[in-house]
């Protein structure tokens, strides 16, 4: 492979770059600030902190959701200012060979957006690869998933929580389902704003799934946080209780549980064995949820792996892929599109 070779991770909350022999040079929230419908003003974490308090002339958006590419123009926009300020420091991008992960259970139309959005920024790519993303998720974990054994995967991510199962390099099955992390928050806006008449934002909301979400019940903890009162329009105090988010983001975790029994029930009979032997392993910014791996450990009967570093499985299995070249060929080529060029 490529000496100057990149991988990218565009994910529905953060977009990381890993690059060869340097590790990973990029990790920030995947949102852009745009003013007066033309000018970037700011990307990644100063663009979020932005997030719900920006004038209507600023646009703060997130280009990717549900795992796909929603605004390709805004992403393309975020890209180059992203190539633009590592320069600085990493080298130029120009003629850099790529590797980007995407999700499997998508269209072949949405996984195409994906490499002409690298196609079609600054870098001008020498060559540009597309890598499954469980295929990524499961070597980020530690795990060999070019042997003949079955290996089963839960990334749940901010907006979509994919399950799959891989052996022998590729995917035997896979399931996109829309429940992730922003799913919770919603959740937790809609029923703060029930129970206790308050209207909260979703950094608040985020920060009360991340202090008090829990997958079973009896646990007992509680914060404050502030919001306006939605009758006097004032802003007001509550406090929250980790009982009432486990009431709350419940029935999303059960569709998880649900799409999980799914594909294993649909697994070839060879492959349940390898998965009874090593368990099911789960990963994303959501899988820290405290007994997690209890609650799916009891309602599947097999052994949960909470991955280390969860967040990060995904690029840093591109990490691997771009070190290794034995592991190369779990990259895949696509005729690359020109736009009459």
Do not use: W
């Amino acid at each position: 492979m490529a000496a100057k070779l990149f991988g990218i991770d565009f994910g529905t909350s953060t977009i990381k770059i890993y690059k060869k022999n340097e590790g990973v040079i990029f990790d920030a929230k995947n949102i852009i600030a745009i003013a007066d419908k033309k000018r970037v003003i700011a990307i990644g974490d100063e663009a979020f902190e932005m997030y719900g308090k920006a004038p209507s002339n600023i646009e703060v958006d997130y280009p990717v959701r549900s795992g796909v590419i929603a605004n390709i123009e805004n992403m393309l926009a975020l890209l180059n200012h992203a190539f633009d300020q590592l320069g600085k420091k990493h080298g130029k991008f120009t003629g850099a060979e790529f590797l980007v992960a995407t999700p499997t259970d998508i269209t072949e139309v949405e996984k195409r957006a994906f490499f002409d959005l690298v196609a079609n920024s600054n870098a001008k790519s020498r060559k540009i690869r597309i890598v499954e993303k469980p295929i990524a998720d499961a070597l980020g974990a530690g795990l060999n998933v070019t042997k003949a054994r079955g290996v089963m995967i839960v990334d749940i991510g901010a907006d979509t929580t994919e399950v799959s199962i891989m052996s022998l390099g590729g995917i035997v099955l896979s399931k996109l389902i829309p429940v992730g992390g922003n799913k919770f928050d919603e959740s937790i806006i809609l029923n703060v704003k029930k129970q206790y008449n308050l209207y909260i934002g979703h950094k608040t909301a985020e920060t009360i799934k991340k202090e008090l979400a829990c997958a079973l019940k009896g646990e007992e903890k509680t914060i404050k946080v502030y919001g306006r009162d939605v009758v006097t329009g004032l802003p007001m105090e509550k406090e929250i209780t980790s009982s009432f988010v486990y009431e709350t983001i419940s029935e999303h975790l059960l569709s998880i549980i649900d799409a999980m029994r799914i594909i294993l029930e649909r697994t070839p009979p060879e492959i349940s064995s390898d998965i009874i032997d090593l368990g099911i392993y789960i990963t994303g910014g959501s899988a820290n949820i405290k007994y997690l791996d209890q609650l799916m450990s009891h309602d599947t009967d097999l052994k949960i792996n909470i991955c280390n570093d969860s967040a990060n499985t995904v690029v840093n299995g591109l990490g691997k892929i771009i070190e290794d070249p034995k592991l190369s060929s779990l990259a895949l080529t696509i005729k690359q599109t020109y736009y009459g060029v």
